[in-house]
């Protein structure tokens, strides 16, 4: 026996129900796509800071330091950053931070080195994604007495030892950078030495 839609009359309910289905998900569609939107569009962009690569070079051995200190906040190991002052150039800033928060005064170079993103809780409770941008500085002392002394952690360690103490991969990354960088450059300016004849 062969069945066909005019055996099944309430059939045109489950089609109408089909229809009013297709018809819900349209809007949801629609709705969630708008709310996509609208999250765009509120979503800010990165913050931007600045930060100093601190580093010194052992005389007698020519190994390469950098400078860590820990986060007021949660204490994990960063370099010293901040947010843009005005009347101050990126290099300026980077500089800055690094003796307000370190007592590191040095040479700042003005080029970038890189930049890294991390996300930040601001005191407002607000996440926000961070863009730092990078100088090296190359310290030649520290100060007995600066604005943040006493409320964290400053410790020299090789780039090996700061790759494993800091969060961010991509600062990881720089710190590998700079220490491939500084390995050339120390090569490129030892002495060649003459064999004996």
Known sequence: ?????????????????LEQNA????PLTLLARLAADVQLMFRRPPRQQYAALCYR???R???VEVLLLT??????WV????WPMDGRCSYEVAAREAFE?????????NEILGSYSYPKVLKNGLKVTCKVQVYALEVLEIAK???????????????????KRVHEPELRNLILLFKRRMTEQLAASMPKQIPAE
Do not use: H, L, Q, Y
């Open 1 to 17: 026996m062969r069945m066909d839609r005019a055996s099944f009359p309430a059939d045109t309910n489950i089609d109408d129900s």
């Open 23 to 26: 018809k819900v998900t349209r």
């Open 57 to 59: 070079v052992k005389k």
């Open 61 to 63: 051995t020519n190994d």
């Open 71 to 76: 986060s007021r906040d949660t204490g994990r």
């Open 79 to 82: 370099i010293p950053k901040g």
């Open 101 to 109: 928060e370190a007592g590191a005064r040095g040479t700042v170079e």
């Open 145 to 163: 007495n600066f604005k943040e002394k006493g409320e964290r952690k400053v410790e020299w360690v090789s780039c090996d030892e700061a790759v």
